[in-house]
């Protein structure tokens, strides 16, 4: 199932499910997705899509591509590198990412795959780590290289953290859709030009990994969001390097997922 959240015509913030990318009506679901529901046969028109949920957490992976590693000249990791992106960074698909006018002006992009804990998991083992995942999103772990670099002294977080830092979306594609994610095309595209295309199978720590080892730290609560990496090709590695600015348009695409496509503006 691909399982949205949206607002309908009367300005109400519903559940639903739709059956094609192009629906602009969804069958609404009663209950709730990360506890036990139920999709009805009643639709009702789309007006706008929210991010697919509302997290308790933002948790992101560093460094679990190798050939991101490689371009970045970081020794591969031994354990799942976590850092943690602020939920006021999260916006939904079509929501504009927003440049802050006085800095930083390194701004990058970095497709991910994301995990949706649907069931609350805590000191759980890999072998247990599915039973515990909702599925799966499109995300952009946008993230300010001058900050988390140089300002904050490689301390990622606040970097990665600005308002509208998180764009995800624009679904939930349910785990039984998407049996093997360690096989699945993931690109970025930058105002129609391609600079990530790569594929979950370069993942250094697979999925049951990280919901696990994370799992003995933090208690991963239902609707916490795991953004699972970036590959290669993004925008600082480059020569010159390549950022986000005013007027751009980045999409990430993933296979089996779909678009999630966000505006670059800068702040007014």
Same mark, same amino acid.
């Given at each position: 199932?691909?399982?949205?959240?949206?607002?309908?015509? $009367?300005?109400n913030?519903?559940?639903? !499910?739709?059956?094609?990318?192009?629906?602009?009506?969804?069958?609404?679901?009663?209950?709730?997705?990360?506890?036990?529901?139920?999709?009805s046969?009643? @639709?009702?028109?789309?007006?706008?899509?929210?991010?697919?949920?509302?997290?308790?957490?933002?948790?992101?992976?560093?460094?679990n591509?190798?050939?991101?590693? +490689?371009?970045?000249?970081?020794?591969?990791?031994e354990?799942?590198?976590?850092?943690?992106? +602020?939920?006021? @960074?999260?916006?939904?698909?079509?929501?504009?990412?927003?440049?802050?006018?006085?800095?930083?002006?390194?701004?990058?992009?970095?497709?991910?795959?994301?995990? !949706?804990?649907?069931?609350? +998991?805590k $000191?759980?083992?890999?072998?247990?780590?599915?039973?515990?995942?909702?599925?799966?999103?499109?995300?952009?772990? !946008?993230? +300010?290289?001058?900050?988390?670099i140089?300002?904050?002294?490689?301390?990622? @977080?606040?970097?990665?953290s600005?308002?509208?830092?998180c764009?995800?979306?624009?679904?939930?594609?349910?785990?039984?859709?998407?049996?093997?994610?360690?096989?699945?095309?993931?690109?970025?595209?930058?105002?129609?030009?391609l600079?990530?295309?790569?594929?979950?199978?370069?993942?250094?720590?697979?999925?049951?990994?990280?919901?696990? $080892?994370?799992?003995?730290?933090?208690?991963?609560?239902a609707?916490?969001?795991?953004?699972?990496?970036?590959p290669?090709?993004?925008?600082?590695t480059?020569?010159?390097?390549?950022?986000?600015q005013?007027?751009?348009?980045?999409?990430?695409?993933?296979?089996?997922?779909?678009?999630?496509t $966000?505006?670059?503006?800068?702040?007014k």
């Open positions: 199932m691909k399982l949205i959240r949206f607002i309908d015509e $009367n300005y913030i519903e559940w639903g !499910v739709i059956d094609t990318p192009d629906d602009n009506k969804a069958h609404l679901i009663q209950g709730n997705i990360l506890d036990k529901f139920s999709v046969q009643r @639709t009702i028109r789309i007006k706008k899509l929210l991010p697919p949920v509302s997290p308790p957490n933002i948790l992101g992976i560093g460094m591509y190798k050939k991101h590693a +490689a371009e970045t000249g970081i020794e591969l990791p354990i799942p590198v976590m850092f943690i992106k +602020a939920t006021g @960074t999260l916006i939904g698909p079509g929501d504009p990412i927003i440049l802050p006018k006085i800095g930083p002006h390194q701004v990058d992009f970095e497709a991910e795959l994301a995990i !949706v804990i649907g069931k609350t +998991a $000191n759980i083992t890999a072998s247990e780590a599915m039973d515990h995942v909702l599925g799966y999103t499109c995300a952009n772990d !946008v993230s +300010a290289r001058d900050w988390q140089k300002k904050q002294k490689t301390q990622w @977080t606040r970097g990665k600005f308002d509208s830092f764009p995800v979306g624009p679904w939930v594609v349910t785990k039984d859709e998407i049996p093997d994610p360690h096989h699945l095309t993931i690109q970025s595209n930058i105002n129609g030009r600079f990530q295309d790569s594929n979950t199978s370069d993942m250094i720590f697979d999925i049951p990994t990280i919901v696990s $080892n994370l799992s003995q730290s933090i208690t991963l609560f609707g916490t969001i795991i953004l699972t990496g970036t290669h090709g993004i925008g600082f480059r020569i010159p390097p390549t950022y986000l005013d007027g751009d348009t980045v999409s990430i695409i993933i296979e089996k997922i779909g678009h999630l $966000n505006p670059v503006l800068i702040e």
